[in-house]
């Protein structure tokens, strides 16, 4: 842990800040896109790797599409279930399910609430695009730990698809990712947020 890790998640924070005060969700977006183009292109700790960075010029990005914001209810009437998942470098992350949300024709998502100090909400998302536009083992829409949240209020939650962004794992393999389990894959496309450049990160 570095002091430059702290600076890198306190710039997340502060872009999901920026997110969730936008009145144009869009240019809320917009703002977001270019700061994680400056972490992942400039930070000490982005995740992509020494010949990547050399190369970067920028995260491939679908057009916002405003269809895609949703703002939505969580269904919490759901059977518990608790998952134990194991990571190379955090031991077991424990996730347990907190609920549901509809995002209309896509489809229902489940909604978790990952372990550690504090804890926070996770709502990763494995569509038809994974594996060729996208990360085979998914992206993620919310990881409120990491800063990764667009608000709501009471039992509602924004979640916006185009702000799906993939974890690190997906940059270098070095890393390792809890990822979406069988409650968060849709087989629906969603042509939205990042996307992989062509032949992938690695």
Not at 58 to 66: E, F, S, V
Not at 73 to 81: G, K, M, S
Not at 92 to 119: C, I
């Amino acid at each position: 842990m570095t002091l430059s890790l702290l600076d890198w998640r306190r710039q997340v924070f502060t872009l999901y800040a920026g997110a969730r005060a936008a009145a144009d969700p869009e240019k809320g977006w917009q703002a977001w896109r270019s700061g994680r183009d400056a972490l992942a292109g400039d930070h000490p700790d982005s995740p992509l790797d020494d010949a990547a960075r050399a190369a970067f010029t920028g995260l491939p990005m679908a057009p916002y599409d405003p269809s895609l914001r949703f703002v939505a209810a969580v269904d919490t009437d759901v059977a518990p279930l608790r998952l134990q998942l194991p990571t190379a470098d955090d031991g077991v992350v424990a996730m347990d399910r907190l609920g549901r949300v509809t995002l209309g024709e896509l489809g229902r998502l489940d909604v978790w609430w990952l372990g550690g100090y504090g804890g926070g909400v996770f709502l990763p998302l494995r569509d038809g695009s994974a594996g060729t536009t996208t990360y085979g083992g998914g992206r993620y829409l919310l990881d409120t730990i990491k800063g990764a949240d667009l608000g709501g209020d009471g039992g509602r939650l924004v979640v916006d698809l185009n702000f799906a962004y993939h974890p690190s794992c997906t940059y270098d393999p070095r890393w390792s990712c809890p990822l979406a389990q069988e409650g968060n894959r849709i087989d629906a496309v969603v042509d939205a947020g990042e996307q992989l450049p062509p032949g992938g990160w690695y």
